[in-house]
């Protein structure tokens, strides 16, 4: 399963509908093949999948691909408020630096199909967008959408200070680079190797002008039990993750878990294909959940943690860890005894 392949709420959807309303296409076109009624964008508790996103991005795009920096639009429109829990534990963390690391621990809360990766070098701090498995037709407009979105977050923080010191894109120049710069502030680098912003060191650890710990916390409570909510499974994927649970410790083998079920493997790996999940998504979320809890529990060490999910390598579970949130197993550690 693609990494963006999680579920998200409406709200993505209705921003986009907006703006294609304004851009002079009707809701009904934007909204075709997804499934989704025009009714539905009001409902906002309401879930939907990726692929349901995906659909009225491939819409929008076909209808508007002639409007300069058409993702870079899209993307000043998702304030710190569109991401709803998510968005108030971010706006009251203690810095920026802080802030980036709660949104990449509760990254399905967003609406993000790049997954971000995070570094510092001597200029600046680095966040390199990965666009693996998106529609190579939809790449650019989400692309700039994402890296659009997540300066207009940044800017909320700091009242719209200047922060951005270097952007690149991987695709080619478009003919009008206008829009991008009267965004960014700087000129953007194209055909470049990567997808990447680069922010001002200085501001990552400057406090933040609406810190308070107490709505912090609460806020980062209601993120853990919306992703709770969201991971809950039923069926088939409910039964393989409680036998996963109770064998644990070195992480049952298909072949395994599909004897305790009185099945093959081959109708182990049917059953949950109908029900959309793979053995490996939910190995992941079992993996995920129990590294959290050890992370946060007894002192055990990071190799104890790996063994403890059945990985031959401490490595290979650090790498796994990183993948799902982030940052570092230890980073986690830290930044949870806060």
């Not at 025009?38 to 309401?46: G, I, M």
């Not at 977050?153 to 700091?158: E, N, P, S, T």
């Not at 194209?190 to 912003?197: G, H, K």
């Not at 064998?247 to 182990?268: H, K, N």
């Amino acid at each position: 399963m693609a990494h963006w392949n999680f579920h998200r709420n409406v709200m993505s959807v209705r921003l986009l509908s907006e703006l294609a309303i304004e851009l002079g296409t009707t809701a009904d076109f934007l909204l075709s093949g997804s499934g989704l009624s025009k009714d539905q964008l009001a409902e906002s508790e309401l879930l939907i999948s990726a692929q349901q996103e995906l659909q009225v991005i491939r819409n929008l795009v076909s209808t508007s691909s002639q409007k300069p920096a058409l993702g870079i639009i899209a993307g000043t429109r998702y304030h710190f408020t569109v991401f709803g829990a998510l968005g108030f534990a971010i706006v009251s963390s203690r810095t920026m630096r802080s802030a980036l690391d709660v949104a990449l621990q509760h990254f399905h809360l967003t609406f993000a199909f790049t997954r971000f990766v995070v570094s510092e070098c001597d200029s600046g701090i680095n966040v390199q967008l990965i666009d693996n498995d998106i529609p190579a037709e939809l790449a650019q407009f989400i692309i700039e959408r994402d890296v659009a979105a997540l300066i207009t977050v940044a800017r909320d923080l700091y009242d719209l200070q200047p922060m951005v010191t270097r952007v690149t894109f991987k695709c080619a120049p478009p003919a009008d680079i206008s829009n991008y710069c009267s965004f960014f502030n700087v000129e953007p680098e194209f055909s470049a190797s990567e997808n990447c912003v680069e922010f001002d060191r200085t501001m990552f650890d400057r406090p933040l002008p609406r810190a308070n710990e107490l709505a912090h916390a609460a806020a980062v409570d209601q993120c853990r039990l919306l992703l709770e909510s969201r991971s809950t499974r039923d069926g088939v994927a409910a039964l393989v993750r409680d036998k996963m649970v109770s064998m644990a410790g070195y992480m049952p083998r298909m072949d395994e878990v599909s004897a305790s079920l009185c099945m093959t493997s081959r109708t182990l790996r049917r059953r949950l294909a109908g029900e959309r999940v793979t053995f490996a998504e939910l190995r992941d979320e079992v993996r995920m959940s129990i590294a959290e809890e050890l992370l946060n529990g007894p002192r055990l060490s990071i190799p104890q943690i790996a063994e403890r999910l059945g990985y031959a390598e401490p490595t290979s579970f650090i790498n796994a860890f990183r993948r799902w949130h982030g940052i570092t197993p230890h980073a986690y550690r830290l930044e949870s005894k806060k």
